[in-house]
């Protein structure tokens, strides 16, 4: 398992050909790092057949955060582990942001028995997914997400990103 760093609240753009991975860190948790989510969100977009076609900006916060946006744009109460807000128009290059409940993230870790970063890789795509139009409203819905979430991480686990699975 890769040592994770603490993060600090900075925002660094990082960039790609045209487009841009930015990294926001709201909460002091640990995480792989900047660039391994840049991979991440790459990898993700050639399992997907896509490119990036825009600023693209991943929110790394916690409960107390994902609670406010569940609450002021979707009038639900609590938190969630990943929202998706597709903000881009042909008149703008933000293209979306993600944020990512890195509390959430490690407690579904422990419950899936899975690895942190095979649950935050699972968090990056799942958001990415939601960004090109992919719904997990209902059974079948989640059941497709689901497919192309697991073709993300075997892509994850081939390239090194995530370990491979006992």
């Known amino acids: 398992m890769p040592a994770w760093s603490i993060p600090t609240k900075r925002r660094r753009p990082l960039p790609e050909k045209s487009s841009i991975i930015e990294i926001t860190e709201l909460v002091q948790r640990s995480y792989p790092g900047e660039e391994w989510l840049r ?3 790459l990898l993700t977009l ?4 896509r490119e990036l076609p825009g600023i693209l900006s991943l929110v790394l916060c916690g409960d107390a955060e994902m609670i406010e946006l569940n609450r002021r744009f979707f009038a639900k109460e609590g938190s969630t582990d990943v929202i998706s807000f597709s903000l881009g128009d042909e008149w703008d290059d933000n293209w979306g942001e993600i944020y990512i409940n890195l509390e959430r993230c490690e407690e579904q870790a422990a419950q899936y028995g899975v690895t942190r970063e095979e649950e935050l890789a699972r968090l990056v795509s799942h958001g990415l997914l939601h960004l090109f139009g992919y719904e997990d409203t209902t059974s079948t819905d989640r059941g497709d997400m689901k497919i192309r979430e697991d073709a ?3 892509a994850a686990r081939a390239q090194g990103l995530i370990p491979p699975r006992p």
């Open 39 to 41: 991979q991440m969100v």
């Open 46 to 49: 050639q399992a997907e057949g």
């Open 152 to 154: 993300c991480l075997t």
